[in-house]
């Protein structure tokens, strides 16, 4: 059914715990996978009373965006090589995560986006994250949550 699977993950414990289950998952179904990390944008200086001086210049910030962008997808595409499953990695530089998966999906021509629910206990248990909520309501692929 599904022949090209978006995997967005962030390198958290949830996100990789998604990354294992998506393998599986296109693994039965036939698919491959392309992994995505959506970056941070340099986060822009606010100058006043109380402002911290932060000494990370703009290309250091990148640099170390890039290295970790790096270092995630090559643990996904590890993790899918493992299974035998086809894989291939994309990162792009974001102030909106949701935007840039939504865009990732349609780029690759996904059918498919499988992201983590970022779930929480007790009542705000009941709520997906944001990024994945946004997700949900603005693609127009199918989105499967992983809890």
Request: proline residues 6%; glycine residues 6%.
């Amino acid at each position: 059914m599904f022949k090209h699977i978006l995997v967005p993950t962030d390198g958290s414990p949830l996100s990789e715990s998604t990354v294992s289950r998506a393998v599986s998952f296109a693994k039965d179904a036939g698919a491959r996978i392309t992994f995505f990390y959506a970056q941070p944008d340099f986060p822009m200086p606010i100058y006043g009373e109380g402002a911290l001086i932060d000494p990370t210049t703009p290309e250091q910030f990148a640099k170390a965006a890039s290295q970790e962008a790096a270092r995630i997808l090559e643990r996904a595409t590890a993790a899918a090589s493992a299974e035998a499953v086809v894989s291939a990695t994309d990162t792009v530089v974001s102030e909106v995560p949701y935007e840039a998966i939504i865009e990732a999906a349609d780029r690759h021509g996904c059918d498919l986006v499988f992201m983590a629910s970022h779930g929480r206990k007790g009542i705000a248990g009941l709520l997906l994250g944001s990024e994945t909520q946004k997700v949900l309501t603005h693609s127009k692929t199918p989105v499967l949550v992983y809890r």
